[in-house]
């Protein structure tokens, strides 16, 4: 599949099992207070195998086309470990993972898996929305000698603080899919009505921002 394809496949799959749910009638609550219209679990890609298969294809093709030098994938702790160490076996990869603290005992590892300094890494990440996790894995592995040529993610929100954070950070993202498409996708496959079209994306431009609520 190209590119446009992935995305169009993705975002109907990620609606079909729910692992993207809208609700712009009734917002969520998420963990910082901000309201949203969207709730995104991508670990229940997991548990469907027809769109497991699907998604992890689709990070292998996106890391062999954007990132062709790749030796290496890295997936964020904990939702990006299972999509890393699959492609990795897609793509005959080696894979591990970036905690998000050192361990207390043991070796006290951050990075789990062997690196070698200089190694083209590519991070794994399953959903992009202010970019913080995803900037401190690469962080971690720039730190530890790690040529990290970008992330490949599922899912990106593509808030304008994340986009900024990620630029800042010289760190190049490449989504499966994006929020424009899956709200697309859901108002021609009947899961919301296009006239919410305006709101969900008025949440997009600014989250902190309610006034889209009852639009």
Sequence with gaps: MNRDEIKKSVAEGLLKIEAVFLRPEEPFTWA??????????????????????????????TVKREFPETELLMGTSTAGIAHAAIAGHITGLPAGYVRSGSKDHGRQNKIEGRLIPGQKTVVIEDLISTGGSAIAAVETLREAGADVLGI???????????????????????????????????????????????ALMAFVDNPRDESWIGK
């Design 152 to 198: 490949v993610s599922i899912f990106t929100y593509g808030m304008k603080e994340g986009l900024a954070k990620l630029e800042d950070a010289g760190v190049r993202n490449v989504s499966l899919t994006d929020f424009p498409a899956v709200v697309e996708t859901a108002a021609e496959c009947g899961y919301i009505n296009r006239e919410r079209i305006p």
């Design 32 to 61: 910082s207070g901000i309201k949203s219209p969207v709730y995104c679990d991508n670990r229940l890609i997991l548990t469907s195998p027809q769109v497991r298969n699907m998604v992890e294809e689709a990070i292998a093709e």
